[in-house]
């Protein structure tokens, strides 16, 4: 018997590594900052001559630039370095929630160069008119990078549900209502082409992606879960360093683990869900009665959640049982995630993030009363990005694009 | 603010630059298969000057070698074909099992070379005396390796419990009973040096990577878990197609989920674990009156589980309704695991296997209940490497080190 792992994928063909090298340089060049040729030749393996052509290719796309002290030289002059560009190259990431859309881009470097959000009503509006407010968003953000000649190497746009990846359809997403949406083509269609290529993702898992890039990934950590309270429960999973989308991007569906015992009915179909016991309406219903203007949806979410914050610290007992309660229930899912993926930390977002300094003591004390083991005690953190971590996601993501290959980017006129 | 994800890894020195290129020539070979110097040196972006270097330092290893129709000519002749050697050089895999001992050696190419197994009573022995008997094991197999000429690269011993992998420690082990034991350490005191050095895994773990390369990778799968019915209950996960060991080791401890309302105490300490309810000693319980011999440990484990089924196939109710009950609550934790991770597998393995053709049905009624989207239906599957997973997962383990640097394997004298 023979088992030995063999990839599938069969002898790389001239062009297949003439990318993969391009992507290698600049792979190189994000960790190592910058060298000169000879040095990265040195660094990489790559023979001097298929290096200088291969740089060649990155400066004219604007991905890289060499400069130093001989700057009046002649490009590959020795003595050059090269260093990662990419202020010309951007990618934007859009998020669609339930009660806002945001759009960030960020270019190749890691900064962010634009931020902007907008209140939506999506339940009300309904797909095509959501999809209008959003692409103005988008063409808005597209148009004012144009013109500040940065070219958009992709858009990733995100939505609280699961994804066809193939097709790009928003298969599901039960808190906004929708079903079987084809949001990469209604999107698409809404713009005239040329236009940056448009891609969807679910939003935990893009969120996962900005928290991870915004610190963790730095200090080391491997492995990391974001766990979001929206209307919905959903977790994004960092292991060994990458993002992991599970065999059809349905991974980190947590909000519907069957952790209520009172079997409550859920928008999914199933009973007993976990979302309905810590979704941000079970929060709300734990923490005042319906006429509460709390539960008034024509009223910013953020401003809600800041006066049920207030309430709390001022004593109010139903709020702060509340409070507890949900940080208890979260706790119970938790290590039930902890258990099957011990991650080195668990990033909390949404809500749970805004109510942070409240719900981390007993989410705590509720982990370490299923904990195994001492020594594997989980860091559990509120989100820092707050609500621009998906979008921010999407950006990161569209650049991976770039990163894994170079020549997407076209060659571009000389600025 | 800045996100861009940025590696810790700094600038590679020219060593690990030689280690890098000679990982990814062997890397290369194992996927291609073949190559003449020049196809490599284009495929593999490398200088020839380069790469003629490290492939003189791969056959001194006994890595790979070369030959080809002009067999009479030199080493280096052009047309001569470099391929992946590795019958000189073996990986060995043990397992250590409540009730066996277990060891297998696989060579680069893949091959099982050698594979043994005894029944051991660990928990009568103890620690001392079994190590005695898995030491035995493992000597007489390095020795008939070494008397073939085969260097071994390492040895990966499996243990079914929580690993502390900075000290080699055995922390927790509660189906044997032990509890912090420095396993590498009171195994390698057992052999005089220089012996191959040994290192510690999970069990669950190593049984995933040998599942994985044993069909799945070539298949394609990514995203797979395998979930073991012993005493206890273990999973390993492969996302992404690589391991998932999670932040200190603990990922895939499923066998704790709170999955019992009656609220069991478990050996780990905690209560209502689903172990309880699935794992060995439970079919059993569910199976059988305490006097019946199903029950009787000195029966090697295989032959009861067979009498079991034979008496489920002859239409015992008790043990029919027992299997049954054991499926249905198999699934609830597994829709839990499916919910997080999203596999495109889930393998059964352990006595779930033995039993896969009565358990697999009411397993996969259990999930349907549960599933949210019909789309994505996970395959599960019994095992089809039976009891020598582990230890065959040990042995590709060992051999993987070698692939990440092949300066581990020593020049060896040409044979």
């Known amino acids: 018997m023979t088992v030995q792992p063999r990839p599938l994928t069969g002898r790389l063909d001239q062009s297949s590594m003439r990318r993969a090298n391009l992507a290698l340089i600049l792979r190189h060049l994000q960790r190592a900052g910058s060298g000169t040729r000879s040095r990265i030749a040195l660094e990489t393996g790559l ?5 200088s052509n291969l740089v060649v290719e990155l400066i004219d796309r604007h991905l890289v630039r060499e400069d130093g002290p001989d700057r009046g030289g002649g490009v590959g002059r020795p003595g050059l370095t090269v260093s990662l560009d990419g202020r010309a190259v951007a990618g934007v990431g859009v998020e669609i929630d339930s009660e806002y859309a945001a759009v960030s881009a960020v270019d190749l470097q890691g900064t962010v160069i634009r931020e902007t959000e ?9 797909p095509e008119a ?4 959003v692409a103005r968003l988008i063409g808005r953000t597209v148009l004012s990078l144009t013109e500040a000649r940065v070219h958009v190497a992709g858009i990733t746009v995100s939505a609280p549900g699961v994804i066809d990846y193939t097709t790009g359809t928003l298969r599901f997403a039960p808190n906004l209502g929708w079903r079987d949406i084809p949001l990469v083509e209604r999107l698409t269609d809404r713009f005239s082409q040329p236009f940056p290529q448009i891609a969807l993702e679910n939003d935990a898992k893009l969120a996962a992606i900005a928290e991870y890039a915004s610190g963790y990934q730095q200090q080391g950590v491997e492995d990391l879960v974001y766990l979001a309270g929206q209307a919905g429960i959903g977790a994004g999973i960092v292991a060994n360093g990458q993002l992991v989308r599970g065999w059809s991007g349905f991974s980190g569906e947590v909000g519907h683990l069957p952790l209520d015992p009172t079997g409550r009915p859920c928008a999914c179909g199933r009973t007993g869900c976990w979302e309905g016991l810590i979704g941000l309406r079970a929060l709300l219903r734990r923490a005042a009665d319906d006429s509460d203007p709390i539960h008034d949806p024509r009223r910013l979410l953020e401003d809600r959640l800041t006066e049920l914050h207030e309430r709390a610290v001022a004593g109010d007992a139903r709020v702060l049982e509340a409070i507890h309660d949900v940080a208890t229930d979260l706790s119970r899912g938790m290590s039930i995630v902890v258990d099957v993926l011990n991650p080195e930390v668990v990033v909390l977002g949404g809500y749970f993030a805004i109510l ?3 719900m981390l003591e007993p989410v705590r004390a509720g982990l370490a009363t299923r904990r195994m083991d001492d020594g594997s005690a989980v860091r559990v953190e509120p989100s820092r990005l707050g609500m621009t971590s998906t979008s921010l996601g999407g950006a990161i993501a569209a650049l991976e694009e770039v990163f894994r290959d170079p020549l997407l980017v076209p060659v571009q006129a000389r600025g």
Chains 1, 2 share one sequence.
């Open 118 to 126: 907008a209140p939506v009503d999506v339940v009300a509006l309904g």
């Open 47 to 51: 023979s001097k001559a298929t290096l």
């Open 356 to 358: 942070g300094d409240l």
């Open 130 to 133: 959501t999809l209008d407010r």
